[in-house]
């Protein structure tokens, strides 16, 4: 399954983007899907994940601010980002959880102050 991210761009702090995932494939088997992201000169994160079941889980840093979410029957997942803050810039791609090694090409958030 490949997996394209979309959605990012260029918002003001405390605005929202709501980022999409396409996968080629079926998801319906993949237990858990995830957003992760990289900001420059840091090391990739874990976003969030979401399972089968829509069991979810955040980065502390997200918590009440993110909501991911699961379309099976599109293959797509989202993550509806709120109240953004200029640390949360960075690349954000989506996989499988735990990822595999490939990462495709992200989408670009940037907040500014």
């Known amino acids: 399954v490949q997996l394209q991210a979309s959605g990012g761009g260029l918002v003001q702090a405390g605005g929202s983007l709501r980022l999409s995932c396409a996968a080629s494939g079926s998801i319906d088997s993949v237990y858990a899907m995830g957003w992760y992201r990289q900001a420059p000169g840091k090391q990739r994160e874990l976003v969030s994940r979401?399972?089968?079941?829509?069991?979810?889980h955040y980065a502390d840093s997200v918590k009440g601010r993110f909501t991911i979410s699961r379309d099976n029957a599109k293959n797509t997942i989202h993550l509806q980002m709120n109240s953004l803050k200029p640390e949360d810039t960075a690349v954000y791609y989506c996989?499988?959880?735990?990822?595999?090694?490939?990462w495709g090409q992200g989408t670009q958030v940037t907040g500014s102050s």
């Open positions: 996989n499988l959880w735990p990822a595999i090694n490939d």
């Open positions: 979401i399972t089968t079941g829509a069991w979810t």
